[in-house]
């Protein structure tokens, strides 16, 4: 049954848990010249041996916001030759092998945002292609890990792109292998999170995840509202990702995240739900720390399986509260007031780009299992299978 259910695992070739024996803790190690923070040994071999895979980081929310924003300065995409090798360098430090990049477009030029989207993607991995690697399979996991490169996975977090079944088609050909059917608002699928009414998934949405399940392009339903979220894992015949959320058990107020209806649905299909360490999302009171995020991962294991949690931070490497003022303060104004956002977006003790180190020291803190943090993590290379998330 654990093999049955590995929802990112099958879809995307991150590996099942291993049976291993407790390393021990011997010490502990200061990693970074610029950080005085020490992480255990036992924490760095796990982090090390582990095939690390964040459900959700968009790679730099500078250089995706910018074109939104209407911002016209050079980033990474518009002048690729500025990522250079330390800026690559931070990333293979981070210890993250995968990410998968999925931003949210909306609105009657969708189509036309994705194609620009995926085409920036496509060129700037071509561009530096000693250093990234686009994941399209299962072996492009352990295939990026094992060349040294960062593996991508391009995604969206909206299907409004998806203007009849044969878009998917066109879109996958394109690389994107996951889409979230509704971003916060209502579209022609179903209904988003902070949508006035609660409606489910529409008949023209039936006929899009049945493509989607066809090519084996994974179903997400991270900003779902709560129906349409139910829906998906009743019409789906594959497994149904929550690529970044958090649990409303321990947030009620919060749309953005997942009832434990819901996240047990979510685990009975195989799926995996990537916890998120945006502020507003983690708890609505001060102060917010990573002991607040690793709750998130108490409740999703203890609720239904460590093989059903996983890493989705939702932000890059630094994180929103790095960003200019002038993003800060546009980004606010893009959502409403349900978000519920205070003066930071990030956690304390996961807005930083050496976040996975201190994961996996606290989840061993919790006294988790070194196989249960290499799981949550993303696994171990070379046991990964898709099968069971093709369609059936």
Not at 179 to 203: A, K, M, P, Q
Not at 210 to 233: I, P, Q, W, Y
Request: net charge negative; aromatic share 8%.
């Amino acid at each position: 049954m654990i093999t049955r259910r590995q929802s990112l695992k099958r879809l995307l070739g991150v590996a099942a848990a291993t049976i291993t024996a407790p390393m021990v803790n011997r010490g502990w190690f200061q990693l970074f010249a610029e950080s005085t923070t020490k992480y255990s040994d036992r924490a760095i071999d796990l982090v090390q041996h582990s095939t690390v895979v964040d459900m959700l980081n968009p790679f730099t929310l500078l250089g995706v916001l910018a074109p939104f924003k209407g911002d016209k300065r050079p980033t990474w995409f518009t002048n690729p030759e500025t990522f250079t090798t330390n800026d690559f360098q931070r990333f293979k430090d981070s210890r993250i092998d995968v990410m998968h990049v999925g931003v949210g477009t909306v609105g009657p030029n969708a189509y036309d945002q994705v194609m620009w989207f995926l085409g920036l993607w496509n060129g700037f991995i071509a561009h530096h292609g000693e250093h990234l690697m686009r994941v399209d399979d299962a072996a492009g996991i352990d295939a990026a890990k094992s060349s040294g490169k960062i593996g991508i996975i391009l995604g969206l977090q909206n299907s409004e792109h998806f203007r009849t079944p044969d878009d998917v088609d066109r879109f996958y050909q394109l690389g994107q292998r996951v889409s979230l059917l509704t971003y916060n608002s209502r579209n022609l699928i179903g209904n988003g999170s902070t949508e006035r009414h609660d409606d489910g998934i529409s008949d023209f949405g039936v006929t899009i995840i049945e493509r989607m399940n066809k090519l084996r392009m994974a179903v997400d339903v991270a900003h779902c509202g709560d129906r349409t979220t139910l829906d998906a894992f009743e019409i789906s015949k594959a497994p149904v990702l929550i690529t970044h959320a958090n649990c409303r058990a321990l947030n009620p107020d919060q749309p953005r995240c997942k009832t434990d209806e819901a996240i047990r649905k979510m685990a009975g299909k195989g799926g995996v739900m990537g916890i998120t360490g945006v502020r507003n999302f983690v708890s609505p009171k001060e102060p917010t720390t990573i002991e607040n995020v690793l709750d998130h991962y108490d409740h999703v294991a203890k609720l239904v399986g460590v093989e059903h949690v996983g890493v989705g931070s939702d932000i890059d490497l630094d994180g929103y509260d790095a960003l200019p003022e002038d993003y800060k303060k546009w980004l606010r104004s893009l959502y409403k007031s349900s978000y519920a956002f205070r003066d930071k977006m990030d956690t304390d003790g996961v807005n930083h780009y050496k976040r996975v180190f201190d994961i996996a020291d606290g989840l061993i803190r919790r006294g988790y299992a070194d196989a249960d943090v290499e799981l949550i993590l993303g696994g171990v290379e070379g046991v990964g299978r898709i099968d069971d998330a093709r369609s059936e």
